[in-house]
């Protein structure tokens, strides 16, 4: 006897494996149509995709009498009431009818309103099954809303159309209940928070003048006077180490990249160039250099 009870989240998850699995297998479908006249994908692309949805659809609900995400949480269609296996005819509606109906109306009803003559009539008729065609999809979305919340209280059919074949998935063997570990949430809270408090905070902080004012007072004096270099070489830029572009002093003998110096400038307006301890005076003592100085 299959429990009645089905967790809410496995079959939001089943669902969510069998889109996944779509969408990976359509992927290596269209791969395998890669090297075929593009005439042929146009023409018949519609229904090359109506047979590879309908085929992964029908097939697991065929053998396995679920989708291949039900599957993996041990869950199987049965029959509401009774709990027995669902009948092959109520499988196959659900499989033509969730795939089906969306390709019948858009190739063959709207092909064969197109082809009618071109006449007020048929120019009529066409505007009303879209003024038809837009209230049934409105009215479709309305009962799929209130169907889903009802599976929300219930646990109970997930979609109009199980609802209406009496079908829902069953666990086909017991599952134990899951037990949560207070450790685990604590831990999983605390991170959250702590991540939550770091984004938060992290732009209020000033990272630059913080690690300018850590150079010049927490530097020891012989690890500094390493990177001084006075006017041995002034043709690269002291914080990109690159070809200056837009070439800017601050007062020394050393150039910078104008968007090197003014971001740091900006950022912390004390920057004291570690090649030879000149303090710059905020965006004030920044001054273009002569290319034919560098």
């Not at 359509?26 to 006249?37: G, L, S, V």
């Not at 009303?128 to 209230?135: F, G, N, P, T």
Request: hydrophobic share 40%; charged share 20%.
């Amino acid at each position: 006897m299959a429990s009645q009870f089905v967790r809410r989240v496995d079959q939001l998850d089943a669902i969510v494996l069998d889109e996944e699995l779509q969408t990976l297998l359509n992927i290596q479908y269209r791969k395998a149509f890669k090297y075929f006249p593009n005439s042929i994908l146009a023409r018949l692309g519609p229904e090359l995709d109506f047979i590879f949805k309908l085929l992964f659809k029908y097939m697991p609900l065929q053998i396995l009498r679920c989708t291949f995400g039900q599957n993996l949480f041990q869950l199987q269609y049965r029959e509401s009431h009774t709990s027995k296996p669902a009948s092959d005819n109520k499988l196959r509606l659900l499989a033509i009818a969730s795939v089906g109906l969306p390709w019948f109306w858009e190739r063959l009803v709207r092909k064969i309103i197109l082809s009618l003559p071109n006449n007020e009539f048929s120019n009529k008729f066409l505007d009303v099954s879209y003024v038809l065609e837009r209230k049934f999809h409105a009215c479709y979305q309305f009962v799929s809303l209130i169907n889903f919340c009802i599976f929300l209280q219930k646990s109970k059919y997930m979609s109009v159309m199980e609802r209406f074949l009496l079908v829902r998935p069953l666990y086909t063997e017991p599952q134990n209940i899951r037990s949560v570990q207070n450790d685990n949430v604590d831990r999983e809270l605390m991170w959250h928070g702590l991540s939550e408090f770091l984004g938060f905070t992290l732009p209020f902080i000033n990272l630059p003048k913080i690690k300018g004012f850590l150079k010049r007072n927490c530097m020891q004096r012989s690890y500094k006077s390493h990177f001084k270099k006075y006017f041995i070489q002034n043709s690269t830029c002291v914080i990109c180490s690159d070809i200056p572009n837009f070439p800017h002093t601050i007062g020394c003998a050393h150039v910078f990249c104008y968007y090197c110096i003014s971001s740091t400038l900006l950022a912390d307006p004390f920057y004291v160039c570690l090649d030879c301890d000149v303090n710059a005076n905020g965006m004030e003592s920044l001054k273009p250099l002569a290319s034919n100085k560098i």
